[in-house]
């Protein structure tokens, strides 16, 4: 994506899209596990682009991330009690949700 430009003036360096993130929050409704992965893999590599990418542990704990790791444990009938141990999941959701938001001001897009 490159370089966006924010109403609020600040210009933001990503290449993560709107898109990235809502379709990151509908997987969370998903029931094939084939098109979750699709879209999983698809993701990470611009989550590995991002300008702020410290490495694979910033990568692991990106809230895209950790929303495509439960929607898939659970899609393969298990559970990740850490991510409901402190709420990781919750806070992850909420990052997206406003992630997008944000992004989809400064892009103009959906």
């Not at 409901?84 to 400064?106: P, S």
Request: charged share 30%; net charge negative; aromatic share 10%.
């Amino acid at each position: 994506m490159g370089y966006v430009k924010c109403p609020h003036g600040k210009w933001k360096d990503t290449m993560l899209t709107p898109k990235d993130y809502r379709f990151a929050i509908w997987a969370q409704d998903a029931s094939n596990l084939s098109g979750v992965v699709h879209s999983f893999s698809e993701v990470v590599t611009r989550i590995r682009d991002e300008p702020d990418c410290t490495g694979s542990d910033w990568v692991a704990r990106h809230p895209i991330t950790i929303l495509y790791l439960d929607k898939l444990v659970s899609l393969a009938g298990g559970t990740v009690e850490w991510l409901e141990d402190d709420d990781t999941y919750g806070k992850a959701l909420q990052a997206c949700r406003e992630r997008r938001a944000e992004l989809a001001e400064c892009t103009g897009t959906e």
